[in-house]
């Protein structure tokens, strides 16, 4: 268990909606990251928060939007979703910062079909 | 942009044998370079790692090499067992930053 938290497990919805993921890091991590996994992209970085603050973006969909709350939880929220969009996604969380190290631990993934 | 390329794509091996995993990376600021494990379905597990201070890491039967000046490093697993079988991927990164991924090595341990 790597202490980051990662809900719901799965998640069946329908091309055009919309979903919410949520993550809680590790104890005292400050930053958090979000990763897709599918079949042929393999993990692909999304975003990036830190203590709050959006710190960096990869290749996120405008469709798809996150945020980190005051209590360091983390939301990716995913509209109009499409057939593609089905994949697994992982939250990260390390220490960051300069009290820390940049080891990223997984949480354990929240796999969303898209029917 | 940075990339990761990570070699071979799969890996059989009969069990205590040696496997070796080879990634090269593009970003020359890259500073971090984790190797996790993968079960089917599970979490990307974290199981070494080594920063480029440093040339190799060792940590009972896995180890890791790294060659700045080449932009390669390398997962080796001696006396490996079956639940060795998992995918491997590397990965490299800038301090606190997104980590780059390869694309994967699947590993097969044959008792």
């Known amino acids: 268990d790597s202490g980051v938290t990662q809900t719901p497990k799965h998640l069946i919805t329908a091309t055009g909606q919309r979903v919410t993921l949520r993550c809680s890091p590790r104890?005292?991590?400050?930053?958090v990251y979000w990763y897709q996994q599918s079949l042929d992209q393999g993990l692909q970085f999304l975003i990036q928060y830190y203590n709050g603050e959006e710190r960096a973006k990869g290749n996120i969909l405008e469709r798809f939007s996150a945020q980190q709350f005051p209590d360091l939880h983390s939301e990716l929220n995913l509209s109009s979703l499409e057939l593609g969009d089905s994949a697994l996604y992982f939250c990260?969380?390390?220490?960051?910062?300069?009290?820390?190290?940049?080891?990223?631990?997984f949480g354990p993934g929240t796999r969303l079909t898209v029917l | 942009g940075e990339n990761v390329e990570q070699h071979p794509s799969t890996l059989s091996v009969q069990e205590g044998d040696s496997a070796v995993i080879k990634c090269t990376y593009s970003d020359s600021a890259s500073n971090y370079f984790p190797w996790y494990k993968q079960e089917l379905g599970k979490r990307p597990q974290l199981i070494i790692d080594i920063r480029s201070n440093v040339g190799e890491k060792k940590d009972q039967r896995i180890a890791v090499t790294l060659n700045k000046t080449a932009k390669h490093f390398s997962l080796h697993i001696t006396e490996t067992q079956p639940e060795d079988s998992a995918v491997y991927f590397c990965a490299a990164s800038r301090s606190f930053q997104k980590l780059v991924f390869g694309t994967g090595t699947r590993l097969l341990v044959s008792p």
């Open positions: 104890s005292g991590d400050l930053s």
């Open positions: 990260a969380s390390s220490p960051g910062g300069l009290a820390g190290g940049s080891e990223q631990f």
